[in-house]
């Protein structure tokens, strides 16, 4: 068997684990049924897969990482079911997949930095689930990208720039998160009719069909008080070093003053020499007198 489609019934109860046996099956379609219960891991061995839709379902749990080994697969549609947990780092594994839907779930967690790896991916629709985190620069690297629908998330951070640069992408939804910084003005961001941005309190910028606010720049003004500062500070600081310094030298230089060898080399005269010299401090060698006492003139043997 190649081919099973079942979409559009009431079938109900679990995906049965052996469906895995069908080694040829490359499309499985069961969309809009009652189907409960986990994503069977056994889909993992149905190699040849190409196509898998599983949309409007009641299917709860994660997407078992076998099926993220699928090498083979295209289309991937899990959306409108109540899957749960987080997607799988496997997700780069999808060598082939062109379009990626897991919309209107309970799924958590950040989106995979892997998910930029899936170069063929031309439509990524998360959008109703419960993803944190800030957008991966990754996606970037997706240069077929047609769709990219992030909404009704909780994804924080910016809009990344690169974005821009994807020339291929025709719809870009970011509504309803938690995004803030300024809006992206070049590529699909100068389309207002192609973005949807709507939702996000402290976004800004943009094109002016976007009626966000323009862009404060309190962050250079904060960095502009915070180098002020930091220089106030090191300025203080080499002044206090600069008095420091000179402050030790001249400790220092009267220090050396005081202990110098040149006072050790000063003549000592005793108190009977002087007064042999001034013939007994004689008026007659008197020379003057003042405030501090008399100076005599004397002759020293």
């Not at 809006?183 to 976007?210: D, H, M, R, W, Y």
């Not at 000592?268 to 003042?290: E, R």
Request: proline share 4%; hydrophobic share 40%.
């Amino acid at each position: 068997m190649q081919l099973l489609y079942l979409q559009g019934n009431k079938f109900s109860g679990e995906i049965p684990s052996s469906i895995g046996n069908l080694s040829q099956l490359y499309k499985l379609g069961l969309v809009r049924n009652m189907l409960e219960g986990n994503i069977p891991s056994s889909i993992g061995s149905c190699q040849k897969l190409q196509m898998l839709f599983l949309s409007k379902n009641n299917l709860r749990g994660a997407i078992p990482s076998d099926v993220f080994n699928l090498s083979s697969l295209i289309i991937g549609l899990y959306s409108q079911n109540m899957l749960s947990g987080s997607l799988s780092d496997e997700v780069v594994h999808l060598k082939n997949i062109m379009k990626f839907d897991v919309s209107e779930n309970r799924l958590s967690g950040e989106i995979p930095e892997n998910m930029g790896k899936c170069i063929r991916l031309e439509y990524l629709l998360l959008k109703r689930n419960s993803f944190s985190g800030s957008i991966p620069y990754s996606l970037a690297s997706l240069k077929g990208l047609r769709v990219l629908d992030l909404s009704e998330n909780q994804l924080s951070g910016s809009i990344p720039k690169v974005l821009q640069n994807i020339s291929s992408i025709e719809y870009f939804n970011a509504s309803f998160n938690m995004l803030e910084g300024e809006v992206p003005t070049k590529g699909v961001f100068q389309n207002a009719s192609a973005i949807t941005v709507i939702g996000n309190n402290k976004l800004c910028g943009g094109i002016l069909e976007l009626h966000l606010p323009p862009c404060s720049k309190p962050a250079k003004h904060h960095n502009f008080k915070l180098m002020v500062g930091i220089c106030s500070v090191i300025s203080l600081l080499f002044i206090m070093m600069s008095f420091l310094t000179i402050y030790w030298k001249r400790r220092t230089i009267h220090n050396a003053s005081l202990d110098s060898p040149i006072n050790d080399q000063m003549v000592k005269v005793s108190y009977q020499n002087l007064h042999q010299a001034t013939n007994g401090f004689s008026t007659s060698n008197l020379i003057g007198s003042g405030y501090f006492g008399s100076v005599y003139k004397g002759t020293l043997e």
